[in-house]
């Protein structure tokens, strides 16, 4: 048995500086204006379009994430129908060891016994009545990955679900941080976005 925390990682090195110009360039062609295209232009128009909501603009660029959480956060990523979903498989996965998500250590201590019940019972079902009936046993707390690829205006319409106080914290915490690093490098497409406070 194994205790992980839940982790994001963006994947493929986005260029973010010309993911932005590829945004003004399309969206300046529904104002006809590519002629005021700089090298820098993109960082003012892409904060005008924010502000007026023209956020269809924002559909010809995409993020791809890697997620490792637990099963119960994974069931609520996978209901933003706008995105593309590869999620680690539990009919397919042969688990020689089961590993949890839990990110307080003081949680994880005190649930371990738990853990390590559940992973006994799923070894012992799966050698006597094999895997597919010791699969029933797995928790919403057994780690997962899945690859979630959006737009942009997806990831925004994602953040602003996932990161307000209504979520528990460890959706938000999870997502908070995936906004922190994309309005680093995207200020124009993701600063806006308020969210609550990561504990």
């Known amino acids: 048995m194994k205790i992980e925390k839940n982790s994001v990682e963006i ?3 986005p260029d973010w500086i010309q993911m932005q110009k590829n945004i003004e360039y399309c969206g300046r062609v ?3 204006s590519r002629d005021k295209i700089t090298e820098n232009s993109y960082d003012k128009f892409i904060r005008n379009i924010v502000k007026n909501k023209h ?3 924002l559909e010809h660029e995409k993020i791809t994430v890697r997620f490792v959480t637990d099963l119960a956060n994974s069931h609520r990523i996978v209901r933003h129908r706008h995105a593309s979903f ?3 498989s539990t009919r ?3 688990y020689k060891e089961l590993t949890f998500i839990e990110d307080s250590p003081e949680i994880a201590e005190r ?3 738990y853990y390590q019940a559940i992973e006994d019972n799923f070894t012992e079902i799966s050698e006597s009545y094999g895997v597919y009936f010791a699969k029933r046993l797995l928790p919403k707390s057994l780690k997962t990955e899945l690859i979630v690829t959006a737009n942009l205006r997806t990831w925004r319409e994602i953040f ?3 990161t307000t106080k209504e ?3 460890t959706i938000i915490n999870l997502f908070a941080k995936l906004r922190t690093e994309l309005a680093k490098n995207m200020p124009a497409v993701f600063g806006d976005i308020k969210q609550v406070d990561m504990m």
């Open 11 to 13: 994947l493929f090195n």
């Open 30 to 32: 529904c104002y006809q």
């Open 55 to 57: 956020f269809s603009v």
């Open 86 to 88: 590869s999620q680690e």
């Open 92 to 94: 397919f996965n042969n």
């Open 111 to 113: 649930l371990s016994h």
């Open 160 to 162: 602003e679900k996932r």
């Open 167 to 169: 979520n528990d914290m």
